[in-house]
């Protein structure tokens, strides 16, 4: 067979000539088929359909997408099922989402292949794809769990019930998580329906559902929850004071001190609930509810946990700024310690300008030690060798109270000079124990010694007595 090229090129005399005519055929044959295949030229591959073409000009299809004229090469034996160039073929079919390709490549390539494609395919979200080729892959694969988790954080739902049962417990439950953190609640149904009794991921999608006030999936997901994500989720619905939602989880948990700081809630706003579950809590979960009290503008949440956040954390600060925005003096009294020096002068000069001359002295001699305590922590030079004066910081000054019937706990007086003052700050920072109590009803009594403590009847009452107009410090 020869070339119509060389039958309309050639001259008759040399057509004559039979050396001739057979050598520029051979010449120009296989360089027509490799343009062939290059160019996707089908036509005149069936034409020459028993002569070779190259390697070169089969990646060179490759390069230039022509998926049909591979699938020819291999219905024709001049590739070789499962080989390199067919298995590329078929991922890069799979990433462009070209699904008729995909369906035709499939039975060419190895296993191997056929997860590789399918984990192109659901990362560039082709999804029709996806569907082809699950039926090809091993159920269990980490390719499917991956596809799964792309699908349900896409909230592609159909996706999601086709591949779930193809995945193992730990590839749902993991879906779960992150069809809740993108929202995705109709994937999350479906999902929490196959994810396995108690996985802690329900924990995580629970508090993504109510920072995301789904009440709904809040009631569905509760049930099935572990206990610290129970106690997590508590955390947060106290902050929103959400209290329908505390007694639902303060009943699966089951906790009596729990449940009895819950029924204090109308008068504390839930302080006494928030100190038991934040007791000897991490720095950085004191800062994850200082950040969720601010957006909610608890200020009895944000006092209450500032001094357990980082030193000089950016999320006081922030609080601190908001509070002096919003002019909530007790707050700004309560976090300026826990504040840059930045941010106490900017208080200062805004409670000078409203008028608060009291806070900001308060402020002001904190900001004067500061001063003094850095011009003191400089190198002084003695005879012999540099001593290093260490930095004074500001304490608090906390006392530690027992009232009959509660836990101890401690109060920072660093801002008040006189009893009176105290018991109006403790009627005002712990509703929880003196909410029902006038301010002037409140009587304090010293410790004897170590962990006893003077009763009524004790006959050195009088002497330990202390009176409304005693200093405190």
Request: proline share 3%.
């Amino acid at each position: 067979m020869s070339l119509t090229c060389v039958e309309v090129s050639l001259h008759s005399s040399v057509k004559g000539l039979e050396h001739v005519y057979t050598a520029v055929n051979a010449y120009l044959i296989p360089l027509t088929l490799d343009g062939a295949v290059r160019n996707g030229c089908l036509g005149v591959l069936e034409r020459f359909k028993t002569k070779s073409c190259t390697t070169d000009a089969m990646d060179a299809a490759l390069d230039n997408y022509h998926y049909s004229t591979i699938q020819w090469l291999v219905i024709n034996n001049k590739l070789v099922p499962k080989s390199l160039i067919v298995n590329e073929a078929l991922k890069c079919a799979a990433e462009q989402g070209k699904s008729e390709a995909v369906e035709h490549l499939l039975a060419h390539c190895s296993d191997e292949a056929v997860e590789r494609a399918f984990k192109y395919a659901a990362r560039k979200e082709k999804w029709q794809v996806v569907e082809i080729l699950y039926r090809k892959c091993t159920h269990g694969c980490a390719a499917l769990g991956d596809a799964l988790k792309i699908a349900a954080s896409k909230g592609e739902r159909d996706v999601v019930e086709l591949l779930w049962r193809g995945c193992d417990e730990k590839d749902v439950a993991r879906s779960l998580k992150s069809a809740a953190v993108e929202g995705k609640w109709n994937v999350v149904g479906e999902l929490y329906r196959h994810c396995p009794t108690e996985s802690r991921e329900i924990g995580v999608v629970l508090l993504c559902a109510i920072e995301k006030g789904k009440w709904d999936m809040v009631e569905m997901l509760y049930p099935r929850c572990r206990e610290k994500g129970l106690v997590e989720a508590l955390k947060v619905v106290v902050i929103q004071h959400r209290w329908d939602v505390a007694k639902l989880l303060c009943r699966k948990l089951q906790k009596k001190e729990y449940e009895d700081a819950l029924q204090l809630v109308d008068r504390d706003e839930g302080r006494l609930l928030l100190d038991r579950l934040y007791r000897r809590c991490k720095c950085f979960q004191a800062e994850k509810a200082v950040m969720e009290a601010t957006k909610r503008l608890n200020w009895m949440a944000i006092k209450l946990l500032a001094d357990a956040c980082y030193k000089k954390s950016a999320t006081v600060d922030k609080a601190f700024k908001l509070a002096i925005e919003m002019e909530q003096w007790d707050v700004v009294k309560r976090l300026y310690p826990e504040c840059t020096d930045e941010a106490v002068s900017e208080a200062t000069k805004k409670a000078e300008a409203s008028g608060k001359p009291e806070t900001a002295r308060i402020l002001q001699n904190n900001s004067s030690m500061n001063d003094a305590t850095t011009s003191t922590s400089q190198r002084s030079l003695s005879g012999e060798k540099d001593v290093e004066i260490p930095e004074a910081k500001p304490e608090l000054q906390m006392i530690r109270c027992v009232v009959p019937g509660f836990d101890p706990f401690e109060i920072d007086i660093s801002l008040v000079d006189r009893v009176d003052d105290l018991k109006k700050l403790l009627h005002t920072e712990r509703p929880d124990y003196f909410g029902d109590v006038p301010a002037d009803s409140i009587r304090f009594y010293l410790a004897k010694r170590g962990d006893e403590w003077l009763s009524e009847d004790s006959e050195d009452i009088d002497l330990l007595a202390i009176g409304d107009g005693s200093r405190v410090r």
